[in-house]
């Protein structure tokens, strides 16, 4: 359902001081493949690549080197079109503080060209799943940021994509919101539908993971079931695998 073949992706920066541009070579020659109802754990430390890559994957940056296909659709050829097949949430959560979630996901129905009902039906739905519905109707500038996550997660998945692209989907919220959002993962793993996320929070990547890849230095490690992962590496938790990979850098 999701193949990436060895991307690569670098990025020219300017140091503003010294006026010398640097290279930063943040994804380097990643290639995997997710399922559909597979639950994929992209792992690594901050600055790894992880969110570089899942932007390719949601068709919003191109790679300089390499393929992508989403269902079948080549994301670099025809962007549109796997736009339409990828919910991609990513870690800034654009809401609107004037809007109500409702209104916000009435709005992006329509940008997604959807039928106004089947929105606002699955807007709700969505709401529902997120133990939001009670905040549907409130307008947003007040909002904690589990709240407002939430309402980003519905957006990503208004249009019901086929592959459920999440960057962070955990990150600065509490155990129990956290439990809803990998319990609407699971949902969408049970309807079939691929998984990618990003995370830093490994009892996540256990919990809900069926296959992790480990981003270090541009290049993927592991790509393997969690506890598979921990075999070869003989060791007992994923945050060990990290100190082994910096060591080996070292
Ligand atoms: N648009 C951009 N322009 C320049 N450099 C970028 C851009 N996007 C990412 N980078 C650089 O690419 C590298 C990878 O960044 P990326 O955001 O993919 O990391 P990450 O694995 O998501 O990290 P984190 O865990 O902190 O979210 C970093 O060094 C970052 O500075
Ligand atoms: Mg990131």
Not at 27 to 47: F, H, K, Q, T, W
Not at 66 to 91: F, K, M, N, W
Not at 104 to 125: K, P
């Amino acid at each position: 359902m999701i193949r990436l073949e060895d991307l690569h992706k670098t990025f020219l920066v300017k140091d503003k001081r010294t006026h010398a541009q640097r290279r930063i070579e943040a994804v380097r020659g990643i290639s995997l493949e997710v399922g559909p109802g597979e639950i994929y754990g992209l792992l690594g430390p901050n600055g790894a690549g992880k969110s570089t890559t899942l932007r390719m994957i949601a068709g919003l940056m191109r790679p300089d080197r390499g393929r992508i296909e989403v269902c079948g659709v080549d994301t670099v050829r025809r962007p549109e079109e796997a736009r339409a097949l990828v919910g991609y949430l990513s870690t800034d959560l654009g809401v609107y503080s004037r809007f109500t979630p409702r209104e916000l996901l009435r709005l992006f129905g329509e940008f997604q060209g959807l039928d106004a009902r089947v929105a606002e039906r699955r807007g709700m739905h969505l709401l529902e799943e997120l133990d939001l519905m009670d905040f549907a109707d409130v307008r947003m500038e007040g909002f904690s940021g589990g709240q407002k996550q939430k309402v980003s997660i519905a957006r990503a998945l208004l249009h019901d994509p086929r592959v459920v692209i999440f960057d962070e989907p955990t990150t600065g919220l509490d155990v129990l919101t956290a439990k809803t959002v990998l319990d609407l993962l699971r949902v969408m793993k049970a309807e079939g539908r691929a998984v990618v996320v990003s995370t830093h929070v490994m009892p996540m990547v256990e919990a809900i993971c069926d296959r992790v890849g480990i981003i270090f230095d541009g290049g993927l490690h592991g790509d393997a079931p969690p506890r598979e992962i921990l075999a070869r590496w003989g060791v007992g938790s994923l945050d060990e695998v990290f100190f082994k990979l910096a060591e080996a850098r070292a």
